[in-house]
């Protein structure tokens, strides 16, 4: 058995030991060994010392310094344990001597294993303080990694985000490109019906023999007629530029969100800043589209825009 073996064992041995059972009140008396008890005590608060050291730092000849001194320690237990008042000899000088070679021993473990348990007690600390930085160093890479997955996790749910207005003004663009042709066929359905019935019902009104009262009693009627039909043409004409120009808007914010979409995946953060607001001019500024009129093309910028300056500003 090596040293290093020995010692484990002589550490485990002692740490079991129960300093108060050296004491033997009821077997010896007035000879008991109670005065012992806290120098048995202290010795092995020493045994404990030595377990958390870091003894595997410790130098070959200070192992066997220790295994010494603790094999004293397990000598003077036994001194303790094997006394008898029966013996050869005069009892009190016998166990005077007993108590003289346990306090030598105290006083020899004492004086040597301090510095030893100081040296083995720093390199523990040094060991422990080396894996907390490794931990740390360790946590502090989680940590960045969870970041970097936060942000990306973000950046990817923007994305997501952009690319779902983007399907909606999608949808929302050929939903009225398909209004438009609807309203158009109309518009050309009532402009024919119009014409029609104003050159076969109207241009054919009066003749000979016929007063003024009877050309107008037969072409009044006839005369609302165009009318109706005229104002309806008329009023699905402009549902029919409503369309055309909700189409085009629609369609223009798409592309804004696409080109933005585009931007952001190879951009720096000021140019995804400039995009942004275009972006925002696009979707909320009205927008001309050569269909709508005076009060619906142009209008200059919103406040939104405004907003999203603000916004950006006061990020961190």
Known sequence: MSDREQLQKQISELLKFDPNSVARTEQLGELSFKPLVPVFTDM????????????DGLPDEWINLIVGQFGQFDKAIKEVADFTVGGAGDPAARRSEVISFVKQTAANMFLKLPAVISYGLASAHNRD????????????????????????????????????????????????????????????????????????????????????????ARILPKLIVVSVLSSATVFVAKNFRASQHNFVVNRHRMRALSTFDAFVDASDVQTKQAVLLQAAGAIFAPQSSGFGGPDSDGGGQPNMIEIVKIANQTKP
Do not use: C, N
Request: proline share 1%; no cysteine.
């Open 44 to 55: 092995q608060r020493l045994v404990k010392q030595v377990a958390s050291s870091d003894l």
């Open 129 to 216: 303080f080396g894996q907390l930085a490794a931990k740390k160093a360790e946590v502090d890479e989680l940590a960045r990694r969870l970041t970097d997955l936060l942000a990306k996790g973000q950046e990817e749910r923007g994305k997501i985000t952009v690319s779902q207005h983007a399907q909606h003004f999608r949808s929302e663009a050929w939903l009225h490109a398909f209004l438009s042709v609807v309203w158009a066929l109309v518009v050309i359905g009532l402009a024919l019906a119009t014409i029609w019935y104003a050159v076969t019902h109207v241009a054919v009104v009066g003749g000979t023999g016929m007063t003024l009262p009877d050309v107008l």
